[in-house]
């Protein structure tokens, strides 16, 4: 017994001594300690506000804060270069640092210059935690993500709305179809819509619309023929697809035929231009129109000057059995470039692209320059401005649609889309010719290396 009572002690001891030896160091959490680089449209720029939200005087030369150093970034942990990219509006010097193997870390831009980069070829995927992933409105996730991988982060955006002639449409006596400017309801019908225009086309005659389409090139694309397809539920991409073919696309455009050729819309629709629509309110003839939400905040002048009318913002009417028509919009996005192996420096670029698009940055952005949230806990901002109220309670309900912006050959593809619109409004191709041109064209164009 005592030699088994020996053994165990000399067991111990051999044990304790082994413990004993020198011990480990502790594992050092490590992090990162160099520059990472932010890339954004036209570099560092003076400040038009400070952190509060409070404008600063242009005259004020005194004034020597900075956008970027001065207003978004205080706060952050690392030290960060901002460098100016597409201050031509092209991303001509982006690619050459890219030749040159001088990524940025971080881009932050509009996302029709983004979408080039947002992609396997150039990008780390995006990883957000399902709390993060449910604060961004969905839709406009959507553009972002390719074969279910999250390349760019959505950032505030301006939108497209419709904004119809209230004093109009009450001159006729169908202003009971509006809804009263406090309420937040802005839905109606296809059916709805083509009365009134029918009951000023009766009492004015000659020279009086209900809309104006346009095709003659992509500017203003959005306040042409976009809320039209999101009134029939179609859409134009899907998944970085073309899919403007499905049933509902062509009901879409089959009807903005019949408005044009039935005298709806606006005659010579294939060769005008966004600037017929923009006049559409002060000319004072048009029942609706596509432009942004601000100008329906005040009283517009007629061009004339002989008087002001009242515009409202409204959805895009809806056909039977749609439920949402999703908004045209324009969004910034953010990207991080694949620079490399070195996972600190990754990680420290997800943590600039995440503070750089977080809640309390789009609060600040959407409050100084009147521009709407992708991520839902933004709240609400301007509690005294309805015009912003209504456009955002439209955006959440009915989504954003997918104008293609976020497809890395996106303006090679937008610009297939007018001469689309082009032979349809002028009678030189029928809808199903057009459309089945344009995806032929436009899958070319996506799929071409």
């Not at 002060?282 to 000057?305: H, T």
Request: charged share 20%; net charge negative; hydrophobic share 40%.
């Amino acid at each position: 017994m005592k030699r088994f009572i020996l053994i165990i002690m000399l067991i111990m001891a051999f044990t304790l001594a082994w413990g004993s030896g020198t011990p480990e160091a502790p594992e050092v959490e490590k992090t990162f300690t160099g520059t990472l680089t932010l890339g954004v449209w036209g570099g560092d720029r003076p400040a038009a506000f400070d952190r509060a939200g409070n404008k600063i005087d242009k005259d004020d030369m005194s004034n020597d804060l900075l956008y970027w150093r001065d207003v978004i970034l205080p706060g952050f942990p690392y030290d960060v270069e901002i460098r100016n990219y597409a201050a031509d509006s092209t991303t001509i010097k982006l690619d050459a640092d890219i030749a040159g193997g001088d990524a940025p870390d971080v881009y932050w831009d509009y996302l029709g210059r983004v979408n080039k980069y947002a992609n396997s070829k150039f990008a780390l995927p995006i990883n957000l935690t399902f709390e993060e992933l449910d604060d961004y409105m969905k839709s406009s996730l959507a553009p972002v993500m390719k074969d279910g991988e999250l390349y760019a982060l959505p950032g505030t955006f301006w939108s497209a709305v419709m904004t119809v002639n209230k004093t109009l449409v009450e001159s006729v006596g169908m202003g009971h179809l509006l809804p009263a400017v406090d309420n937040m309801d802005r839905s109606w019908t296809i059916e709805e819509y083509l009365s009134i225009v029918d009951a000023v086309q009766d009492r004015y005659g000659m020279g009086y619309y209900g809309y104006v389409l346009f095709a003659s090139g992509t500017g203003g694309d959005y306040w042409s023929s976009f809320g039209w397809m999101a009134s029939f539920g179609a859409k134009l991409y899907d998944n970085g697809k073309i899919v403007v073919g499905s049933d509902a696309g062509m009901d879409a455009l089959n009807f903005m035929k019949f408005m044009h050729e039935s005298g709806i819309a606006m005659p010579g629709a294939a060769g005008l231009t966004y600037q017929e629509n923009l006049a559409a309110m002060s000319k004072n003839n048009v029942v609706a129109a596509g432009n942004s939400s601000q100008r329906a905040k005040d009283p517009i002048e007629l061009a004339d000057k002989s008087g002001f009318i009242d515009a409202i913002i409204m959805e895009w009417p809806k056909a039977p059995g749609v439920d949402k028509a999703p908004i045209a919009i324009g969004p910034d996005a953010g990207m991080l470039f694949n620079t490399g192996d070195d996972p600190l420096r990754q990680e420290a670029a997800m943590e600039l692209l995440r503070y750089i698009n977080s809640t309390k940055v789009q609060k600040l952005l959407c409050k100084v320059d009147s521009r709407f949230a992708s991520r839902l806990s933004v709240g609400d901002i301007y509690t005294d401005d309805p015009t912003w109220i209504i456009t955002t309670a439209i955006i959440q309900k009915n989504g954003v649609f997918d104008t293609g912006v976020g497809l890395e050959k996106y303006s090679e593809v937008r610009n297939s889309w007018p001469p689309t619109l082009q032979a349809i409004f002028a009678g030189e191709m029928s809808v199903a010719g057009a459309v089945s041109r344009f995806v032929t064209e436009g899958t070319a164009i996506l799929e071409a290396e």
